[in-house]
C-alpha cells in the first residue's frame, strides 16, 4: 500500500524557516518524479515544486523560487521541502504527492499544515 | 488569476448527469492529453479520478468521464450520488510545471 506521511509543519513568524518531510513507503520511490502542492485556508489548490526521480531537476513555482527548495533522499524514501523567508501568503496546508506522469498526481499524503504569522 | 477556469459551483439531482468544464486560457495551456481531475471532499486529501483526459485510475467509479475539445476539458459525472458531493479541480502540464483550475463545487440537491 503506497503511503505518504508529512511532517514538519507548525506556527512561523514571517522571515522564518520551517523544513517539511514526507515519508515515502510502498512503491519504489526512486522510480517516481515527485512533487508538494499546497492549499491555502478555504481556497483552491496550488502546485509548489517537483523533483525529477532521481534528483537531477527540480522545478518550483515562480512565487516561491528562490526561498523554497524541494529535495529527495532516495535511500531514505524520503521528500523534503526546505521553506525560507515565511510570508503570511504560504499559509497553507501542504501535500507530499506522488507524480503518475506527466503531472497528475497519483497518491497524496494526508497533509500538514503551515501557518505563517506574528 | 488560474491559467484554467472552472465554474465556481454545478448542482444536480441523484440520477441526474453534471458536466464540469475546464478552459485554458491560452491555447498552449492545455493543447495537449495531459489533464487530470481530482475530487476533494472537505477535511481530506484530493483523489485522481481522471488522467490524460480521459483514463480512469483502477478503482475510480465508471461514472466519471473525462473528455476535451480544443482549449476545453470537461468532467462528466453520471447518474449522481450523494457521496460525489465535493470540490472538483482540473490540472494541465505545462512547461514550468502543472497550472490547476480553480475548483468547482458540486451540490447534489
Known amino acids: 500500500e503506497v503511503q505518504l506521511v508529512e511532517s514538519g509543519g507548525g506556527l512561523v513568524q514571517p522571515g522564518g524557516s520551517l523544513r517539511l518531510s514526507c515519508a515515502a513507503s510502498g512503491f519504489t520511490f526512486s522510480d517516481h518524479w515527485m512533487s508538494w502542492v499546497r492549499q491555502a485556508p478555504g481556497k483552491g489548490l496550488e502546485w509548489v515544486a517537483s523533483?525529477?526521480?532521481?534528483?537531477?531537476?527540480?522545478v518550483h513555482v515562480d512565487s516561491v523560487r528562490g526561498r523554497f527548495t524541494i529535495s529527495r533522499d532516495n535511500v531514505r524514501n524520503s521528500l523534503c521541502l526546505q521553506m525560507n523567508s515565511l510570508r503570511a501568503e504560504d499559509t497553507a496546508v501542504y501535500y507530499c504527492v506522488r507524480d503518475r506522469a506527466w503531472y497528475s498526481f497519483d497518491y497524496w499524503g494526508q497533509g500538514t499544515p503551515v501557518s505563517v504569522s506574528s | 488569476q488560474s491559467a484554467l477556469t472552472q465554474p465556481a459551483s454545478v448542482s444536480g439531482s441523484p440520477g441526474q448527469s453534471i458536466t464540469i468544464s475546464c478552459t485554458g486560457s491560452?491555447?498552449?495551456?492545455?493543447?495537449?492529453?495531459?489533464v487530470s481531475w481530482y475530487q476533494q471532499h472537505p477535511g481530506k486529501a484530493p483523489k485522481l479520478i481522471i488522467y490524460?483526459?480521459?483514463n480512469r485510475p483502477s478503482g475510480v467509479s465508471n461514472r466519471f468521464s473525462g473528455s476535451k475539445s480544443g482549449n476545453t476539458a470537461s468532467l462528466t459525472l453520471s447518474g449522481l450520488q450523494g457521496e460525489d458531493e465535493a470540490d472538483y479541480y482540473c490540472s494541465s502540464w505545462a512547461v514550468s510545471g502543472p497550472v490547476f483550475g480553480g475548483g468547482t463545487k458540486l451540490t447534489v440537491l
Open positions: 523533483i525529477k526521480n532521481d534528483g537531477s531537476e527540480t
Open positions: 491560452s491555447s498552449d495551456v492545455i493543447d495537449h492529453k495531459y
Open positions: 490524460e483526459v480521459s
